[in-house]
């Protein structure tokens, strides 16, 4: 058995509140383009970003909410359910890779690159692109997260929480030895082009 506890999260400190929620959206993002996805993995992966959407912010201001934290908590077991249910690809992938090859801390990284993969792989992947954009209440899925990122305090730049600048060709290539399955083909420009963006903080792009 397991008990979601809203008041044993009042204390959890806001910034790890924040990137463990933006960890969370990640495993609905990448489950809403997974190629074993289905229709009701898909809705609760939309409204797991919803939920968290709307809980984070609220957090960052008013961190003993109880309401917001139960919102939270509800976004993040949805998101977790996604998790178990579907296969991840490329964000996954290169979170793995760089906490592995440079000992970044899990939840930013994830935080960090998380609009750049989905950037990438939103023109192959317009329907899940949409489904998070509309459930954070943006134009654009990619650009409305790193917004997002940005409003609740949290790190945008790889380079701000120690990843070395010459990381950034060891990471493509090693993004590139065994790839996950990923909606869009995995290829080195691009995927270098996304890494350098996400060490500088730069916005994402397709």
């Given at each position: 058995t397991?008990?979601?506890?809203?008041?044993?999260?009042?204390?959890?400190?806001?910034?790890?509140?924040?990137?463990?929620?933006?960890?969370?959206?990640?495993?609905?993002?990448?489950?809403?383009?997974?190629?074993?996805?289905?229709?009701?993995?898909?809705?609760?992966?939309?409204?797991?970003?919803?939920?968290?959407?709307?809980?984070?912010?609220?957090?960052?201001?008013?961190?003993?909410?109880?309401?917001?934290?139960?919102?939270?908590?509800?976004?993040?077991?949805?998101?977790?359910?996604?998790?178990?249910?579907?296969?991840?690809?490329?964000?996954?992938?290169?979170?793995?890779?760089?906490?592995?090859?440079?000992?970044?801390?899990?939840?930013?990284?994830h935080t960090i690159v998380l609009p750049h993969a989905l950037a990438y792989n939103a023109p192959a992947a317009p329907e899940a692109a949409a489904a998070v954009a509309a459930a954070i209440g943006a134009e654009d899925a990619a650009q409305g997260l790193y917004d997002l990122i940005g409003r609740l305090g949290a790190p945008r730049a790889l380079s701000d929480i120690g990843m070395p600048e010459d990381g950034v060709e060891r990471a493509t290539a090693m993004a590139l030895e065994s790839p996950y399955w990923n909606p869009r083909p995995i290829e080195r420009e691009p995927i270098r082009a996304l890494l350098e963006r996400a060490y500088r903080g730069a916005r994402p792009e397709a």
């Open positions: 397991v008990i979601y506890d809203v008041d044993l999260t009042l204390s959890l400190p806001v910034a790890t509140s924040v990137t463990s929620g933006i960890n969370a959206i990640a495993h609905a993002v990448e489950a809403l383009y997974a190629r074993d996805r289905n229709p009701i993995i898909s809705l609760i992966a939309a409204e797991g970003v919803r939920a968290l959407a709307r809980a984070l912010p609220v957090i960052v201001e008013k961190p003993q909410d109880p309401d917001a934290r139960r919102d939270a908590l509800y976004g993040a077991w949805l998101c977790g359910v996604c998790l178990g249910a579907a296969g991840m690809a490329l964000h996954h992938k290169l979170c793995h890779t760089l906490g592995g090859a440079f000992d970044l801390p899990h939840a930013e990284t």
